[in-house]
T-cell receptor
């Protein structure tokens, strides 16, 4: 079956670094996405990985290992506004643009 | 980036009435749009895939006669919740795919539906 696992909740300190992990088991693979969702709002796109390696975009980086079915989102220099849920999603290629969604990781930033 | 609007943002209705939610891609054409619902503290649940000019594809367990989807143009998809009941109260979110770049989904701001 299709499955995406990520931790339910994480806590970090303002100014620090946090890594949110995501593991997946899907029938196919055609890219992995990370989205950020603040409470009561819709998700916003953060990053996309389709090849192995690290993609860096400002304070956020995302890593992918296809052989291990593993990705992480790395957030540096944490700010209070980074408190949100972070959703990992995989496009398995079987359906037109459809994504398989993880349950999301709620990140709590403390001063 | 691509902008998707959703209207209304919040609606309260009586049980038994129907509610229509509009999803528009403002600066791009979207051949594919998705409709999700999300309960508090839960992840997105895909309800259906909406393709312009064709019938929507519904996920297992989603009643197509209750959740009517129309994708009449490349920039507009509508979801109508027919004969709404309190258990239909939820956060409904649409997304649209811009067929360029990463083909990522761009989300509308969501509609909070409360059925009394």
């Amino acid at each position: 079956g299709q499955n995406i696992d990520q931790p339910t909740e994480m806590t970090a300190t303002e100014g620090a670094i946090v890594q949110i992990n995501c593991t997946y088991q899907t029938s196919g693979f055609n890219g992995l996405f990370w989205y950020q969702q603040h409470a009561g709002e819709a998700p916003t796109f953060l990053s996309y990985n389709v090849l192995d390696g690290l993609e860096e975009k400002g304070r956020f980086s995302s890593f992918l290992s296809r052989s291990k079915g593993y990705s992480y989102l790395l957030l540096k220099e944490l700010q209070m506004k980074d408190s949100a849920s972070y959703l990992c999603a995989v496009r398995d290629g079987s359906s037109n643009y459809q994504l398989i969604w993880g349950a999301g990781t709620k990140l709590i930033i403390k001063p | 980036g691509a902008v998707v609007s959703q209207h209304p943002s919040r609606v309260i209705c009586k049980s038994g009435t129907s509610v229509k939610i509009e999803c528009r891609s403002l600066d791009f054409q979207a051949t594919t749009m998705f409709w999700y619902r999300q309960f508090p503290k839960q992840s997105l649940m895909l309800m259906a895939t909406s393709n312009e000019g064709s019938k929507a594809t519904y996920e297992q367990g989603v009643e197509k006669d209750k959740f009517l989807i129309n994708h009449a143009s490349l920039t507009l998809s509508t979801l109508t919740v027919t004969s709404a009941h309190p258990e239909d109260s939820s956060f409904y979110i649409c997304s649209a795919v811009q067929a360029s770049g990463y083909n990522e989904q761009f989300f509308g701001p969501g509609t909070r539906l409360t059925v009394l």
